[in-house]
């Protein structure tokens, strides 16, 4: 309930307002009343006050003077003016000054409470934000102080595939960082993957909310479950299940909570959020299971704010045993990692399987396709053109073998040229960034979302947001604005062009906060910094 302050000099008029009004049907639990400013500071630095209705012209200190001093003690509280005087000073520094409403007396009861109602229900909106800033600050605290840094570097290593590989080492560091596991269990990974902030953030509040989504994962998609969130080296946000051996999951109940968590992200953290739901994994297996992940992510470009579950997605057609037993997305990384030659045994082993087994000229094709596709991955990953790595026709080689021995060499060969070309493309940026890149330059004039460059280069927009990052150091965001100024300094320093005209063909509608932004990013306002170079160019 709300507390409001009725000032006023004049008794008749004063009780008139505290107690010829029913207030019964607003959400007000006291109406505190004062006949002069001075007696109102004092009421209000004893109690919270949200409201306040008060009369201009009174002897001694004026509402204006009250109102400058609400302002500085207590901006929370909106302040009404309620007077006989129609002088336009009086409303124009009112107003300047932030009042909530400027009402001429006489005033009707009922067109007042109305404009009482609408002050409630700001101010609860007001506490609504203010709530929401003080569960961010609270989350702030936590990541600066509380972040368990070594169990997440734990899993990171896990993740990329570096865990300790024996046992024994394994078991000795799942207790050294109080993991309630052993070698044996298993981890059933959750990718949560942030498609979309609905408010604008710098780089900084960025990963401040990135943490406060994590901990509502922890809170919503774990709850009493065992296990950990963390973000991986490839700022891939996941959740982490810890199942021991012999322990099945509840997917539904799993998939539910997932589905309750995007629900909560986008009503109290401003953001859409996917959910893609992984198979169990030992630990040492956890980098290809969250490979799998990832690329279920990157085809994901139409479904948004879902929960995906891998076990559901569209298995190939099943072929001899041994082709079932390839991970394609293990070779990946393999390949990634520059494994050259444990990815050429892989292969070996792999096919050599197929020729004990009665092998059709499907079975090669099916794995033919499957390798071609994994090439394919590997070099988008690093921004070549499949064609750039190896001739087209050196690719439809590998439909011509008709044994698995003639597929495995034609295979190994084919690895071998795409990781050359991978190894040695050195570049600033990849294709797709450059793309992007070109994209933001043609578009400078227009608001830019991460959902319209996404769709410009047909990626998914978090994932296309953490390769951005990744590869310039920059967030999109950051960036967009870093190029904006950037075209507005060389606006000014060359053409006359109204700062206005300037400030509206870069896409911003208001000016003030086009000024307020460049003096941020320059040291300078707009002004300034054209006098300073056009008398350096003239």
């Known amino acids: 309930m709300l507390t409001m302050l009725v000032v006023d000099d004049e008794l008749y008029a004063l009780k008139g307002i505290t107690q010829g009004i029913d207030w019964s049907?607003?959400?007000?639990?006291?109406?505190?009343?004062?006949?002069?400013?001075?007696?109102?500071?004092?009421?209000?630095?004893?109690?919270?006050?949200?409201?306040?209705?008060?009369?201009?012209?009174?002897?001694?200190?004026?509402?204006?003077?009250?109102?400058?001093?609400?302002?500085?003690?207590?901006?929370?509280?909106?302040?009404?003016?309620?007077?006989?005087?129609?002088?336009?000073e009086y409303a124009q520094e009112a107003v300047q000054h932030g009042c909530f409403a400027y009402v001429l007396k006489p005033v009707d009861h009922d067109e007042l409470k109305k404009i009482v109602r609408r002050a409630a229900d700001e101010v609860g909106q007001r506490r609504l934000r203010q709530d929401f800033e003080a569960t961010i600050e609270d989350y702030r605290r936590q990541w600066t102080s509380q972040l368990p840094i070594l169990v997440e570097r734990f899993w990171q290593d896990a993740l990329d595939g570096a865990a300790p590989v024996s046992p024994e080492r394994l078991d000795r560091a799942l207790a050294q960082y109080d993991i309630p596991l052993t070698a044996a269990d298993r981890v059933l990974p959750v990718l949560l993957s942030i498609e979309e902030w609905n408010v604008a953030l710098d780089d900084r509040d960025e990963r401040i909310m990135e943490y406060a989504v994590r901990k509502a994962a922890a809170e919503i998609v774990l709850g009493e479950l065992p296990g950990a969130v963390v973000q991986t080296q490839g700022e891939m946000s996941i959740v982490l299940l810890y199942m021991r051996r012999g322990e099945s999951c509840d997917r539904a109940a799993l998939k539910q909570r997932c589905g309750q968590y995007v629900q909560a992200c986008g009503d109290y953290f401003h953001c859409r959020v996917s959910c893609y739901v992984g198979d169990a994994a030992g630990i040492g297996e956890l980098a290809g299971s969250l490979e799998r992940l990832s690329e279920l992510e990157r085809a994901n470009v139409n479904r948004t704010q879902s929960v995906l579950d891998i076990d559901e997605q569209e298995e190939p057609a099943a072929g001899a045993s041994g082709l079932l037993q390839i991970s394609y997305a293990e070779w990946g990384i393999l390949l990634d990692g520059g494994r050259i030659d444990e990815l050429a045994?892989?292969?070996?082993?792999?096919?050599?399987?197929?020729?004990?087994?009665?092998?059709?000229?499907?079975?090669?094709?099916?794995?033919?396709?499957?390798?071609?596709?994994?090439?394919?991955?590997?070099?988008?990953?690093?921004?070549?053109?499949?064609?750039?790595?190896?001739?087209?026709?050196?690719?439809?080689?590998?439909?011509?073998?008709?044994?698995?021995?003639?597929?495995?060499?034609?295979?190994?060969?084919?690895?071998?040229?795409?990781?050359?070309?991978?190894?040695?493309?050195?570049?600033?940026?990849?294709?797709?960034?450059?793309?992007?890149?070109?994209?933001?330059?043609?578009?400078?004039?227009?608001?830019?979302?991460?959902?319209?460059?996404?769709?410009?280069?047909?990626?998914?927009?978090?994932?296309?947001?953490?390769?951005?990052?990744?590869?310039?150091g920059l967030s999109l965001s950051d960036y967009i604005v870093q190029v904006k100024i950037e075209r507005a300094k060389r606006l000014l320093a060359e053409t006359n062009d109204k700062i206005s005209h300037i400030a509206e063909s870069l896409g911003y509608v208001h000016f003030s906060y086009f000024a307020k932004l460049f003096r941020k990013m320059t040291g300078v306002t707009p002004q300034d910094y054209r006098k300073q170079h056009q008398q350096l160019h003239g």
């Open 25 to 88: 049907d607003l959400p007000i639990g006291a109406v505190l009343e004062a006949e002069s400013v001075d007696q109102a500071k004092r009421l209000m630095r004893t109690q919270q006050v949200d409201l306040v209705i008060s009369d201009i012209d009174m002897p001694g200190a004026s509402g204006l003077e009250l109102l400058r001093y609400i302002n500085e003690t207590s901006p929370v509280t909106l302040t009404m003016f309620l007077t006989g005087h129609a002088r336009f």
């Open 345 to 472: 045994d892989a292969i070996a082993q792999a096919l050599e399987r197929l020729q004990e087994e009665p092998t059709s000229r499907e079975t090669l094709e099916m794995f033919y396709y499957g390798f071609i596709h994994m090439l394919y991955q590997a070099v988008q990953r690093k921004g070549i053109a499949l064609h750039e790595a190896i001739a087209a026709a050196e690719l439809q080689d590998g439909l011509t073998a008709r044994s698995p021995q003639t597929m495995a060499a034609w295979a190994v060969q084919a690895m071998r040229k795409i990781a050359e070309a991978c190894l040695g493309k050195q570049r600033e940026s990849s294709a797709v960034i450059a793309k992007i890149q070109a994209y933001i330059q043609g578009h400078l004039h227009q608001e830019l979302s991460r959902d319209d460059i996404a769709r410009c280069v047909y990626r998914n927009p978090a994932y296309l947001s953490r390769l951005f990052r990744k590869e310039t």
